[in-house]
């Protein structure tokens, strides 16, 4: 008989050094990969708002003190924390159109 072990992993972002990643959290004390400061699961508003950066970070005008190069990284660090936890990175704000940045 073959016992298969499904670990459980969640998305979770350390507030501390900006870590994105997966981690059991049935495990105790999941800890960042990074600094090993305690992380917190990311909710769905959590996601929201990595969501708006991403697409913040794709317009002109916003966080111009970045380099081409750090927003790349940014971008490319994004999607691949997205496309781990398999969700849409680019979700219903397609649907809105142009968004309106009267900030
Ligand atoms: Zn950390």
């Known amino acids: 008989m ?7 992993t969640s998305p979770v972002a350390c507030t501390r050094c900006d870590w994105l990643g997966t ?3 049935t495990a105790q004390g999941a800890r960042c990969a990074v600094c090993g ?6 909710r ?3 996601l929201d ?9 794709l317009k002109m005008g916003h966080h111009i003190d970045w380099t081409l190069e750090r927003r ?18 680019r979700g219903p704000q397609n649907a809105r159109g142009k968004i309106n940045s009267a900030e």
Do not use: M, S
Not at 2 to 8: D, F, L, M, P, V
């Open 72 to 89: 790349a990284k940014e971008q490319e660090r994004l999607e691949r924390f997205f496309g781990a936890i398999d969700e849409p990175l």
């Open 2 to 8: 073959i016992a298969q072990q499904i670990h459980k």
């Open 37 to 42: 400061a305690i992380v917190n699961p990311l």
């Open 23 to 25: 981690l059991d959290l």
């Open 44 to 46: 769905q508003k959590g």
């Open 49 to 57: 708002n990595l969501r708006t950066h991403y697409r913040l970070l």
